[in-house]
């Protein structure tokens, strides 16, 4: 049984370019939550999908937006890339009621230049 | 806002100490997790407590919620160098999706 797939585990991107993220959840979970985690510091949430919709979002700026696909899989794109994007972005899953245990897979390594 | 406060920051221990980790908010949250973090790693869920004053028991590991559900705490017996890495407590308001995480308790044990 697969657990939390990211792709790529690294990634090398310009300031102000754009960033595609991919994550596919574990098997039988339909939610996906992604955290962005700078150096030293614990996972901040950017936002949740439940049934391919936005169920909840922190405090991050419009550049971040995401998708989920009817397989439950997801995308997190980042636009107009800054330097403080700079972070481990981190991909969990979990089933749809609230407040439920995440399992996390083992992030993307994001580095603006 | 909802924030969790973990303490120690930092905590560096020789083999066989025991210690204690704090995660602490003024809010109330249905339940609690708490994570350990290898680097370059996601986080792995250690534990999930859910009623007020209840303690779980993982091997040398102890996690304790608190009766009013606002803070939590996580002790090990005998710390192991296989103990080392970073320690996430976890939680969301009742009815909330948005899962905040502490800053984390960096734990190195020495052998």
């Known amino acids: 049984d697969a657990g939390v797939t990211q792709s790529p585990t690294h990634l090398i991107k310009t300031r102000g370019q754009q960033v595609t993220l991919r994550c596919s959840p574990k098997s039988g979970h339909d939610t996906v939550s992604w955290y962005q985690q700078a150096l030293g510091q614990g996972p901040q949430f950017i936002f949740q999908y439940y049934e391919e919709e936005e169920r909840q979002r922190g405090n991050f700026p419009d550049r971040f937006s995401g998708h989920q696909f009817p397989n439950y899989s997801s995308e997190l794109n980042v636009n107009a890339l800054l330097l403080g994007d700079s972070a481990l972005y981190l991909c969990a899953s979990s089933l749809g009621t609230v407040n439920t245990e995440a399992f996390f897979g083992q992030g993307t390594r994001l580095t603006v230049v | 806002t909802q924030l969790l406060e973990q303490s120690p920051q930092f905590l560096s221990i020789q083999e066989g100490e025991n210690l204690t980790v704090y995660c602490n908010s003024s809010s109330v949250f249905s339940s609690l997790q708490w994570y350990r973090q290898e680097p370059g790693e996601g986080p792995v869920l250690l534990v999930t407590?859910?009623?007020?004053?209840e303690v779980k028991k993982l091997k040398r590991l102890t996690f304790q919620f608190g009766d009013a559900r606002k803070d939590s705490s996580l002790h090990i017996t005998a710390a192991q160098p296989g103990d080392t890495g970073l320690y996430l407590c976890?939680?969301?308001?009742?009815?909330?999706?948005?899962?905040?995480f502490g800053a984390g308790t960096r734990l190195f044990v020495k052998a």
């Open positions: 407590v859910v009623t007020g004053g």
């Open positions: 976890a939680g969301a308001a009742t009815g909330g999706f948005k899962t905040i």
